[in-house]
């Protein structure tokens, strides 16, 4: 089958498509035809090296890269119960220990990383969900706060931060957005009752004005640290996407949240989507042997939405 892996960490030109053998799912594990594969930003720096130099995986020769999948159940393992052949299907590859990620024909991964897929969803919009879905929501189970909180979300045009918008309202949150003056009109669909534009003052300022006070909590997924934790209540909670959480200072109770596979999350996300509660946002797909393009077209910034591969 075809792959793309990374040999040498650099630029968008390291991403090699391979051929490889199919994998063999174990105990527990399934085997699935990738249809779609979404393309985020962690696939850019684990191309680059950035996670191997942080110890966050160890150094091996050959790195596959992908973590969202959307595709059909091919084969499962002994002991798999509830998947079938046939079946579509959405995952996460949170391991950074495996050889191959998503960017390939053929993904096995552990039947308790994956959900059946939102009915009537295409492949493509499926795969944007995994990874930006559930670290949304996992995000907002550390916040922990009950309806009628107010919640700061930067990044709100983002894919995290989108999900996040939808999830909060969900919620019963009341939410001040951060995003670029372009994105107002979307945030506020999404489900923002505040906006501020990003980067045109005193963010602190800015949301204490509309929010008298501070808010409760903030979903920091542009990771502006200190200055939304400014925006933040005395003994309020804070929560940084992967990193860059700030000290917790005035008492605020601080957490990153790094995503980690949940079948259940993730079926429940994948039954919002199918009942058109969540939005799905694709930018532009291409095919898997343009993988290098799409992470040059990702590294340049500004999309609306997930770029997609497919197989």
């Known amino acids: 089958m075809r792959a793309v892996v990374v040999r040498a960490f650099a630029g968008p030109e390291a991403l090699e498509l391979v051929d490889v053998p199919v994998p063999v799912p174990g105990p527990g594990q399934v085997r699935v035809r990738v249809e779609a594969a979404g393309v985020n930003p962690v696939d850019a720096v684990t191309r680059a090296g950035v996670l191997a130099e942080a110890g966050l995986m160890r150094p091996r020769e050959v790195v596959g890269i992908g973590w969202d999948v959307a595709g059909v159940v091919d084969r499962v ?40 897929a939102p009915a009537g969803v295409p492949a493509p919009e499926a795969a944007t ?4 879905g559930l670290t949304a929501m ?6 922990d706060l ?12 983002g894919g995290v931060g989108g999900f996040a918008l939808e999830l909060a309202a969900r919620r019963g949150l ?20 505040w906006f501020v534009p990003r980067g045109t003052g005193d963010l602190a300022a800015d949301v204490r004005a509309l929010v008298p006070g501070g808010v409760d909590g903030a979903l920091d997924a542009a990771l502006l640290g200190v200055l939304a934790l ?7 909670a804070f929560v940084a996407v992967s ?23 993730l079926a429940e996300l994948s039954g919002l989507a ?15 042997e343009r993988a290098a393009e799409a992470h040059r077209r990702l590294d340049r910034g500004g999309l609306r939405g997930r770029l997609v591969l497919v197989p």
């Open 274 to 288: 199918a009942r058109g509660c969540l939005t799905l946002r694709v930018a532009a797909t291409h095919p898997l």
């Open 146 to 157: 009950p309806a009628g909180a107010t919640l700061l979300v930067t990044g709100a045009a």
């Open 230 to 236: 400014g925006a933040v209540r005395n003994r309020g």
């Open 243 to 265: 990193g860059g959480a700030p000290v917790g200072l005035r008492g605020i109770r601080v957490a990153t949240v790094w995503v980690a596979a949940d079948g259940p999350q």
């Open 138 to 143: 996992q995000a907002l189970d550390l916040l």
């Open 129 to 132: 969900l995994p990874l930006n």
């Open 77 to 116: 393992g002994p002991g798999v119960a509830g998947f079938a052949p046939g079946e579509r299907v959405i995952g996460l590859r949170d391991r950074l220990d495996v050889p191959l990620g998503a960017y390939a024909e053929y993904l096995v991964l552990d039947a308790s990383a994956l959900a059946p």
């Open 174 to 193: 009341r939410v001040v957005a951060v995003a670029g003056r372009e994105d107002e009109a979307l945030v506020r669909e999404l489900g923002a009752e």
